[in-house]
């Protein structure tokens, strides 16, 4: 008798920290399963994407903290560099500008869509918020004699919450070393009521102290809503206007196309549709969505440290599924380290209330530092988040 035995497809979509942490736990825990899987990302690239704001201060260069998905390609593992226009959950294909892959598993961890044009003025600007943008910012930076840093964003959704006072905070000690910082003012305006409010007292308090304590001033309870680009001004939500010489603005996060424009994937909010047990779809249980792009549909912040967990818990409900693996549940906790110059604060987040009770407004949140080892601890991080995905390739 000839048995048709053939091998579960897993298709990937994304190569940033869901999908590549997804990659490596699924090739680990299948290693003796006939599998086959396939990541694929429009940029050909995994980015330790916490490192962008040392790129963008010269400290770092982009082949530290990238690298390109064609070194995944191995027996059971093809890496496609495309773009996926669409999913067509009820038959299991991904569509790509390319080609299309059938799936019998499909993660999609594809971030957000990061849309600089839908902010009218952007180019008068700047963004930490992508590769190409942090090395644009970096020969600004490197250029600027002096004048008023406004950091801002334009949507409530952003990747990585802390970022505006990170930035902030760096470019207090980036000045400060090359002895201009009395000839530069750092603004931070953002939507919240008060720095970090979005983690509670147990990180808002702290940071506004700190952010005192290095001068940088704040306007709260604004946004950007478009930027004249001639006049370097930035209009707020309220149109009040703020001058600067140097801009870093979060462009607008938007959910991608293919999630968008589908009924299948898409959540109420208009981000992709899941749940926090298992990540499943609510009508297709072989479509998972992780990472950025379910953040607002779970109203928690876009963070990698959450993708990754969320990578965890799904690649164990697949290999559950094809091998009989341990299902892990979803840990429901953030850390995160945030630079603050040579040093760095370590914040602590309990988020189980958060996602569970619509009535919990902040989660749990507490951090240590101030303290050089923590800067050291973020660098650890990059080379362990690039190194379990990629090894020694
Ligand atoms: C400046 C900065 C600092 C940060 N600092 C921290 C931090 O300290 N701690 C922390 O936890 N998080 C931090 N983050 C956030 C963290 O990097 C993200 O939350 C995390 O990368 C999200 O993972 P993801 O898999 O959802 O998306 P991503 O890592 O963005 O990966 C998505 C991938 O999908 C690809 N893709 C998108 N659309 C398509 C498509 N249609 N077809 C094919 N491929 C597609 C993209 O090219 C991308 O590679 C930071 C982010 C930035 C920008």
Known sequence: MIMN???????????????????????????????????????????????????????KKPEEISRDISQLNDSRVRAVKDTVISVDAANRVVKTSGGSYQYDYLIMS?????????????????????????????????NFKGGNVLISVSTQWYKCPPVPWEMALLLDDYFRRKNIRDKVKITVAHPVSRPMEMYGPGLSEPFSKMLDDRNIEGIYGRRVSSVDAEKKRAIMDNGETVGFDLSIVAPPHLPPDFIKNNDDLRSPRGWAATNIRDFRNPKYEDVFAIGDVIAPTIQIGMAGVLAHFQADTVSSAIAEEIAGYPFMEYNKVAVCIIATGGSGVFSYCDLAGKLTDPKVKFPECRMIGNDPLFRFAHDLYEVNFLSSIYGSR
């Open 5 to 59: 035995h053939m091998p579960k497809k897993i298709v990937i979509i994304g190569a940033g920290a869901g999908g590549g942490i997804s990659l490596s736990q699924l090739r680990r825990a299948l290693s003796n399963e006939d599998v086959e899987i396939t990541i694929i990302d429009q940029t050909g690239r995994t980015d330790f994407q916490p490192s962008y704001v040392f790129l963008a201060l010269g400290e």
């Open 110 to 142: 594809p971030g957000p869509s990061i849309d600089p044009s839908s902010l009218k003025g952007h180019e008068a600007t700047h963004s930490v918020w992508t590769m190409e943008d942090s090395l644009r910012l970096r020969d600004a930076v490197k």
